[in-house]
């Protein structure tokens, strides 16, 4: 939170928003500004201002914090009910090209950023799905583009925003249910928050400070650095001892709208202290080696998709010279930084950012991967598409670990489906999903950690990135599974 006096009217930086406030006749009148959005001529309207008294002068030292803060949190709440988002008549299409020609024209879709076209799930091979959320505007021009060229496709979501109403409605449910007195009482099938607007209460935060308290001898919290909001950047250390000992990495919530990832991380988190000592595997493994755990990789892109627009993907830093914000964090590591499947536009969605490492929630990681040197697995746990994916992502190159890493994963995806009959697909990311420069794991492999795998979780894309929370669990206990394949792995072929 930051204020500054401007003329007569006094500037507050205020995330998610900016809200400029105007004195006269000792009232403060806080005007939100516009929220600009990453694709071109996408800005939020401006609404209707909220005035709120002063109290004594009408100077902004006069204000204490403490008043200064209720106004603040009176105006943010107005903001989030004001200003977020909808997506009405939005659909999401699945597009499928037959041959090349196609595929070389759904490739250009990707650069008509009037259009305002939003891919879910790209595609670098031909009958490949590629998933699009299309704004109701652009419907008729993509439809008769597709049509036109005998492309394929179908609707897979028919109207985005009743999906995220429903979302929405069981979300409130939870906040009716109030505050969790312990890691017993938490609801781990149901979407959860970093901060409740209402009382500035922060759901999954607080519940890593309840596990912590709850199991001290087998549960740290790390603070490894901060968002470019102030969030701190949290990591779960579990660990019976030692110092540095051989570690495992686990991150969730790297693109902040896949939330099934954080509700899998919290849930794996509850897992490990419930089962340490009683899963003869998991113990045996925590008896060698370290496990990291960072659930909210993104906080600032997770709390804006709540406060704002679900549908956020990257990071919240602005970009000099553009009005677009934020950096897609999964572009942003230095290992083929800069190459295909990155994009050097701020407003796209794969936006690799002015420099590797360039923001803070991706160095926090590289300075403390870095500083550890013993991580011997490294897992970034993703949405949509049930994939199990390794190295490279930028180059076609094999790696030289492939015979292992394939065999590995082929093992993982069949753990997994023995829980509830998910099938995955494997192989390395190039060749199963699509190109992707500057990739979190081809980096980590590119440091010597062998084991470094990528997650895409359920589903494939009836409902997306709006999984409904009936999935949660049985999409994280399924992911344990392979998880622990992984892990198992790696402590009993150490290097």
């Known amino acids: 939170m930051v204020g500054k006096e401007v003329s007569n009217d006094v500037v507050i930086d205020f995330f998610p928003s900016t809200l400029v406030g105007t004195r006269a006749a000792g009232t403060w009148t806080l ?287 602005p970009n000099p010279g553009s009005s677009c914000v934020g950096v897609d964090p999964n572009r942003n590591w230095d290992s083929g930084f800069g190459g295909a499947g990155a994009s050097g536009q701020p407003c796209s969605e794969v936006y690799r950012g002015l420099s590797a490492h360039s923001e803070s929630e991706v160095k926090s990681i590289v300075d403390f991967v870095k500083s550890h040197g013993n991580i011997k697995a490294f897992v970034s746990i993703h949405s949509y598409s049930q994939m199990l994916l390794y190295p490279y992502g930028y180059t076609r190159t094999t790696v030289k670990d492939q015979t292992e890493l394939h065999n590995l994963a082929k093992k993982a995806i069949t753990d997994l489906a023995s829980l509830y009959g998910t099938r995955y697909r494997y192989g390395s990311i190039i060749n199963t999903i699509y190109q992707a420069s500057g990739g979190t794991i081809d980096w980590t492999y590119e440091q010597g950690i062998k084991y470094s795998y990528t997650f895409e979780l359920r589903d494939t894309g009836r409902y997306g990135f709006i999984l409904p929370a009936n999935q949660i669990l049985p999409t994280a206990k399924e992911t344990w599974l392979a998880l622990m394949t992984i892990m198992d792995h790696a402590s009993n072929n150490t290097y």
């Open 31 to 317: 005007f939100p500004v516009p929220v600009t959005h990453p694709k071109p001529g996408h800005v939020s309207p401006v609404h209707r201002p909220l005035s709120l008294k002063a109290r004594g002068p009408h100077r902004w030292s006069s204000l204490t914090a403490a008043t200064m803060k209720t106004l603040l949190v009176f105006a943010a709440l107005s903001m989030a009910v004001l200003a977020k988002d909808t997506f009405q008549g939005h659909q999401v299409l699945r597009i499928i090209a037959k041959d090349e020609l196609q595929l070389s024209l759904l490739h250009d879709m990707e650069s008509l950023e009037t259009l305002q076209l939003d891919f879910w799930r790209g595609a670098s091979v031909v009958n490949i799905p590629m998933d699009v959320r299309v704004p109701v505007f652009s419907l008729p021009t993509i439809k008769a583009h597709l049509e036109d060229n005998q492309i394929q496709y179908s609707v897979m979501i028919e109207d985005l925003q009743m999906l995220l109403d429903e979302e929405e409605e069981e979300m409130d449910s939870t906040r009716r249910a109030g505050e969790h007195r312990n890691t017993d009482s938490f609801d781990y099938s149901r979407y959860h928050t970093i901060e409740e607007a209402r009382f500035f209460f922060s759901q999954i935060y607080n519940f890593q400070d309840m596990l912590v308290r709850e199991n001290p001898s087998l549960v740290s919290k790390i603070v490894i650095g901060h968002s470019y909001q102030g969030h701190p950047l949290n990591v779960l250390k579990f660990s019976t001892g030692g110092t540095n000992r051989p570690a495992i990495w686990i991150d969730t919530g790297i693109h902040s709208r896949e939330w099934v990832t954080q509700a899998s991380g919290t849930w794996f988190a509850k897992n490990i202290v419930s089962t340490y000592g009683k899963d003869m595997a998991l113990t045996a493994i925590l008896n060698k080696m370290d496990i990291y755990l960072e659930i909210v990789t993104n906080p600032d892109g997770f709390a804006y998709t709540h406060s704002s627009n679900r549908m956020w993907r990257k990071t919240r830093k």
